[in-house]
């Protein structure tokens, strides 16, 4: 089975403070996403990553930062975290964008992190 | 920009019954995803389903991108359905675009 682990469930930082966030997958895939989860907004994607020292912005990168060193981990960073960065961030991967197979574009997802900031 | 919409925004269910939950985009797309959130938060796939119909034990989906609509099924509901389910088109290079979901309540 896929896996996705992400290294906390819940965060509580305070404004200003720099913040990691960590996602770790054991398939071996290329591509890794994050979002974030609002009420009332749905899931909107900050970046994505195709493979190893790549990134891509999402719908919504302003006040993040990602890094991808090795291919089975990516970071989302907050440089100096903001009240309205509260929110339920999810990581996901799948296999490549030119995956032999159509299914092995499927997403999944890590358990997400609730973070708040005060 | 890119609509997904689905329906019915709650529905509450007696356990042991039916329902159907509908999911309508506005553009072609390449695939789709269904997931079912459950309370602690965490996504779980149901079905990578670009077109066509696909089971799974008590839950089935139906996929009709010519008319760019996407059905599931759930039969026999159980209280561990409960949650809120969402349908996520894949547009380009595997951007999801996640509908607004339809919570699910289903009582013993």
């Known amino acids: 089975d896929v896996k996705v682990t992400q290294s906390s469930r819940y965060l509580v930082k305070r404004t200003g403070e720099k913040v990691f966030l960590e996602c770790v997958q054991d398939?071996?895939?290329?591509?890794m996403f994050w979002y974030r989860q609002d009420p009332g907004l749905g899931l909107r994607l900050i970046y994505f990553?195709?493979?190893?020292?790549?990134?891509e912005k999402g719908d919504i990168p302003e006040g993040y930062s990602v890094s991808r060193e090795k291919k089975e981990r990516f970071s989302l960073i907050l440089e100096s975290a903001s009240t309205n960065q509260t929110s339920m961030y999810l990581c996901?991967?799948?296999?490549?964008?030119?995956?032999?197979?159509?299914?092995?574009?499927?997403?999944?997802f890590g358990p997400g992190t609730r973070l708040l900031v005060l | 920009g890119i609509q997904v919409e689905q329906s019915p925004p709650d529905l509450i269910l007696q356990e042991g019954a039916n329902s159907t939950l509908r999911c309508n985009f506005s553009?072609?797309?390449?695939?789709l995803q269904w997931f079912h959130q459950n309370p602690w938060g965490q996504l779980i796939n149901l079905f990578y389903i670009p077109s066509g119909t696909k089971q799974n034990g008590r839950l089935s989906a139906t996929t009709v991108a010519t008319e760019r609509y996407s059905l599931l099924y759930i039969s026999s509901s159980q209280t561990t359905d409960s949650g809120v389910y969402f349908c996520?088109?894949?547009?380009?290079?595997?951007?999801?675009?996640f509908g607004t979901g339809t919570r699910l309540l289903v009582s013993p």
């Open positions: 553009d072609s797309v390449n695939n």
């Open positions: 990553s195709y493979d190893v020292k790549m990134k």
């Open positions: 996901a991967s799948s296999f490549s964008f030119l995956a032999k197979e159509r299914n092995q574009e499927t997403q999944y």
């Open positions: 398939m071996d895939h290329e591509n």
């Open positions: 996520a088109p894949h547009f380009g290079f595997q951007k999801l675009v």
